[in-house]
């Protein structure tokens, strides 16, 4: 069965700390994954998408990672501020259909001054 | 673009009431999808369509839900009669690509908030 399974569950840091978001998956065949970021009472934004090809990719102080063999990615968050504080979910796609798309829980973000 | 617009934000209503979801998604986007979310299951797929045909509906919970796209510039997504298990925020989003689409990004509207009583 398809899975995806992300951690920590929830995280609290410090303002401009950096942070480590994990994202486990057992998903197959693979096509893609996404990092969405998911403010509070809002609808999930688009932070990066990644191949297979793709080991790396960054958006402002956002980089996740990808090791496609190990079936593991990574969000990095580098000098976090207080707009971090958010829920942070991967998705992982094997398909076209609705069925390949397979959801994480999200890690819920919290950033102390 | 005022992005993708979703009403009404949020949603009361009787165990047993229809309740009718609406969205309008980006202009010239050809992929419209719901989705619902909760606590306990997370984000799921409902459906989604491309050029205003369902694609894949299997992530339809059962047949109380249906989704119609009559036109390029609006969507619903209908639940009747509604139960309290179907609580939750059901997003709309849409995209210029297919959920396997690798290049391109999915753009989510507000949400509504679903509270069946």
């Known amino acids: 069965k398809n899975q995806v399974e992300q951690s920590p569950q929830s995280l609290i840091i410090l303002e401009g700390k950096n942070c480590t978001l994990q994202?486990?998956?057992?998903?197959?065949?693979?096509?893609?994954l996404r990092w969405y970021k998911q403010d509070t009472g809002r609808g999930p934004v688009s932070l990066t998408i990644?191949?297979?090809?793709?080991n790396t990719k960054s958006n402002g102080r956002y980089t996740a990672t990808l090791d496609a063999d190990t079936k593991q990615s990574s969000l990095h968050i580098t000098a976090s501020q207080l707009s971090d504080s958010a829920s942070y979910i991967c998705v992982v796609i094997s398909g076209g259909g609705a069925d390949g798309l397979t959801f994480g829980k999200g890690t819920h973000l919290i950033i102390q001054p | 673009d005022a992005g993708v617009i979703q009403s009404p934000r949020h949603e009361v209503t009787e165990m047993g009431q229809e309740v009718t979801l609406r969205c309008k998604p980006i202009?010239?986007?050809?992929?419209l999808f719901w989705y619902r979310q909760t606590m306990m299951r997370g984000l799921e797929l409902l459906i989604y369509?491309?050029?205003?045909?369902?694609?894949?509906d299997s992530g339809m919970p059962e047949d109380r839900f249906s989704a119609k796209m009559p036109n390029a510039s609006f969507s619903t997504l209908k639940i009747q009669p509604s139960e309290p298990r179907d609580s939750a925020v059901y997003f709309c989003?849409?995209?210029?690509?297919?959920?396997?689409?690798?290049?391109?990004?999915?753009?989510f509207g507000p949400g509504t908030r679903l509270l069946v009583l």
């Open positions: 994202c486990n998956y057992t998903v197959s065949p693979f096509s893609n």
């Open positions: 202009s010239g986007h050809d992929y």
């Open positions: 990644m191949t297979f090809s793709e």
């Open positions: 369509f491309n050029n205003n045909v369902p694609i894949d």
């Open positions: 989003a849409s995209s210029l690509a297919p959920p396997s689409g690798s290049g391109k990004t999915q753009y």
